[in-house]
């Protein structure tokens, strides 16, 4: 189950610090466009504070990440907590 959270807590900046690898999803205003999923990793990510997280993010198959933030500022990053085996 999805959990969204007000700010990043000790705890929560405890379990992200943990994970080698998370998502990040972003798409942009127009219902004819893309919505883009990146897994990301390389331990690129860094919690500058409570409320607020940086990551490097190489262009790989383009930049459509960068161009949906310019547009509308929207992005969704997710951390995994457990894997499935199947």
Do not use: W
Not at 21 to 36: C, D, R, T, Y
């Amino acid at each position: 189950m999805a959990k969204v959270h007000d700010s990043i807590t000790p705890p929560l900046q405890a379990f992200i610090q943990k994970q080698h690898i998370f998502f990040v999803a972003s798409a942009p205003l127009s219902g004819e466009g893309h919505v883009n999923v990146s897994p990301k990793g390389y331990d690129c990510f860094r919690i500058l504070s409570d409320m607020q997280v940086a990551y490097l993010d190489g262009t790989g198959s383009g930049n459509e990440t960068s161009a949906h933030l310019m547009e509308n500022g929207r992005i969704t990053m997710v951390f995994c907590g457990q894997l499935c085996q199947l």
